[in-house]
């Protein structure tokens, strides 16, 4: 727990009660080292990082240990996340050639989802995912993947090339659009894929934060009670719309990077 | 989009219109205004006309508009 939360929980503060709300800030985002290694500070959101590749190595672990062909158990959960994936992730856009990519994306789709769940799970309550470092580390991996990929399949050359010239373009106007694909493809892509996933789930834990603490402030024997009931009511609902937005979150960014896969892939537009 | 001939058991290779392409555009069109703003507003701090921002940015989000309808409309 932050210590902004600790402050208000420990303190009682509450309304009437002569102090003021408090809100919650980006500070509650930071938190107390839980060891320190030298100047290395191990903390929750890296904890919790573990903690969600553990979970998703385990679960396939398994799921996959001894498979059989008419799956019964925690196999067909297995099989019915990984189907999921596929079906709906990769198919849709690198077709059949696409399946040698699905161990990436099932790997990605599943632990982003995991550092997402952390948000609404009692006790942990923190989306790992809302720390920039951990959507830009991930992007950062797509994008090196899909660079890479396509300049093997046009060549580093032709790949540009393709990137650049988008196809019945008169020539003079080349000059103009070329450097906005090339920086759209390059850097914009990069940057709006962990902006994303990471704008949605700070946004969303601090929404949560907003409302948990204000049902806490309000909770008084006056007044304060049906405001404190309507607070904590909105914390449920916006909990679980939180849930939907963690899933979706997930999605997104898994699509999208097969999306790119794609892209690099072709040969031409 | 029903123009789309992906479907989900992959028959189709060649997959047409789907999610990416609204990202696709997003990502045009904050390109465009990002590298046009952004020597507009270069050439206006340089030069001292600050007005070179806005019309930057205007001519960046018409050239990715540009780009948009080349790279979309005629497949």
């Known amino acids: 727990m932050s210590d902004i939360q600790t402050m208000t929980t420990a303190s009682g503060c509450h309304l009437f009660s002569g102090c003021g709300y408090p809100a919650p800030s980006i500070e509650d985002f930071y938190f107390k080292p839980i060891f320190t290694i030298g100047s290395f500070d191990f903390t929750k959101p890296m904890l919790l990082a573990i903690l969600a590749a553990a979970i998703v190595l385990a679960f396939f672990g398994a799921a996959f240990a001894r498979p059989k062909l008419v799956p019964r158990g925690v196999q067909n959960l297995g099989e019915l996340g990984i189907l999921f994936v596929r079906d709906q992730i ?4 690198l077709g059949k050639k696409g399946d040698r990519f699905l161990p990436f ?18 006790l942990i309550e923190f989306p790992a995912t809302s720390k920039f470092a951990f959507p830009v580390a991930l992007t950062a991996m797509v994008w090196v993947t899909y660079m890479t990929l396509g300049m093997r399949s046009q060549g580093p050359i032709g790949y540009f090339k393709n990137m650049a010239v988008p196809a019945g373009a008169p020539w003079w106007i080349l000059p103009l659009l070329s ?4 920086l ?3 850097f914009v892509r990069p940057f709006t894929l962990s902006i994303r996933l990471f704008a949605n789930m700070l946004a969303g834990h ?20 049906l405001f404190a009931a309507t607070s904590f009511v909105l914390t449920i609902i916006l909990t679980a719309l939180e849930v939907l ?3 979706l979150q997930a999605f997104i960014f898994t699509t999208l990077t097969a999306f790119y896969f794609a892209d690099a892939l072709e040969t031409s537009h | 989009m029903s123009r789309s001939g992906a479907r989900p058991d992959g028959t189709n290779d060649r997959p047409g219109p789907n999610e990416g392409t609204g990202w696709r555009v997003m990502s045009y069109l904050i390109g465009g205004m990002a590298l046009y703003g952004g020597i507009g507003w270069l050439i206006g701090r340089w030069t001292g006309i600050a007005v070179l921002f806005p019309i ?3 001519l960046g989000l018409g050239l990715s508009l540009a780009l948009v309808v080349l790279r979309f409309t005629r497949s």
Request: charged content about 5%; glycine content about 6%; aromatic content about 18%.
């Open chain 1, 90 to 93: 990769l198919r849709p856009q």
């Open chain 1, 105 to 122: 994306l099932v790997s990605l789709f599943f632990f982003i989802w995991i550092m997402n769940i952390f948000g609404v799970i009692p």
């Open chain 1, 179 to 182: 450097p906005i694909e090339l």
């Open chain 1, 184 to 186: 759209s493809n390059i």
């Open chain 1, 206 to 225: 601090l929404l949560l934060l907003v409302f948990a603490l204000a049902s806490w402030y309000l909770f008084t024997f006056s007044i304060g009670l």
């Open chain 1, 245 to 247: 937005i963690q899933a």
């Open chain 2, 56 to 58: 930057g940015m205007l």
